[in-house]
């Protein structure tokens, strides 16, 4: 199991220099600023394409932890080479449990309704259908809401501490989102534009958008993990 040592702060910024506020724009544009971004995306890509068969999806998560602990520390280009994969696979895996760990308020209520109405039949079936509704109006969808805005932060700061229990910390988690309530908006922003802007890729012959899927992921990861570096409290 690969461990890492705590992420160092960032240089200080000199006074009145502005680097302290979220830079929304360059969410956007750091990717391109790396030299070696096209290879990288193109890897990506791939990797991406592997996600239709599940195992592509650890490693695409790895590569985004590694860059959330990458721009914490403020490098100036914080991309990742493609030259961990094992460490990426078995990170990868570790975090998209804790994404189904956390899906799991909202499948449940899910599971517990559609199973009984799939066995019964006629009217039972209409009525369970009925419930089915009201629960997914009146309990699921405010679930999700909640796990779509508590993720984002607890996936962070598992990248950045290096370990997946730190997802499950919640009052950590709330303190930090409540005392960066603008700047988590802005990066929930960025995931918003980046990933509506990521599926004009079925233009390019409908594979091009796996690798705007991937950069709308690293411009995601890069919002989020700004607000953490930003933030007065971790």
């Given at each position: ?47 991406s394409l592997l996600g239709l068969f599940l195992v592509g999806h650890f490693f695409v998560v790895g590569y985004l932890a590694q860059l959330v ?97 730190a997802a499950f910390e919640f009052g950590s988690i709330f303190t930090f989102l409540k005392t960066n309530a603008v700047n988590y908006i802005l ?27 991937f950069l709308s992921l690293v411009m995601t990861a890069y919002a989020f993990a700004e607000t953490y570096r930003l933030s007065p409290v971790k």
């Amino acid at each position: 199991m690969t461990t890492y040592p705590p992420v160092p702060p960032p240089p200080r910024a000199p006074a009145g220099s502005g680097a302290t506020s979220f830079d929304f724009g360059k969410a956007f544009t750091f990717p391109f600023q790396d030299p070696e971004w096209l290879s990288k995306t193109l890897m990506g890509g791939l990797f991406s394409l592997l996600g239709l068969f599940l195992v592509g999806h650890f490693f695409v998560v790895g590569y985004l932890a590694q860059l959330v602990r990458n721009v914490v520390a403020g490098h100036e280009r914080p991309l990742p080479a493609w030259d961990d994969l094992g460490t990426y696979f078995v990170e990868g895996f570790k975090l998209v449990l804790v994404g189904i760990v956390f899906s799991l308020p909202v499948l449940i209520p899910i599971l517990l309704l559609v199973i009984p109405a799939a066995i019964l039949e006629g009217e039972g079936a209409e009525s369970a259908a009925g419930v089915l509704g009201m629960v997914m109006v009146c309990l699921v969808f405010p679930l999700m809401l909640v796990v779509m805005v508590i993720l984002p932060a607890a996936l962070t700061r598992a990248a950045v501490l290096g370990r997946a229990g730190a997802a499950f910390e919640f009052g950590s988690i709330f303190t930090f989102l409540k005392t960066n309530a603008v700047n988590y908006i802005l990066a929930i922003l960025v995931y918003i534009v980046a990933n509506f802007a990521s599926q004009f890729g079925i233009i390019l012959f409908c594979i091009g958008i796996f690798f705007t899927t991937f950069l709308s992921l690293v411009m995601t990861a890069y919002a989020f993990a700004e607000t953490y570096r930003l933030s007065p409290v971790k």
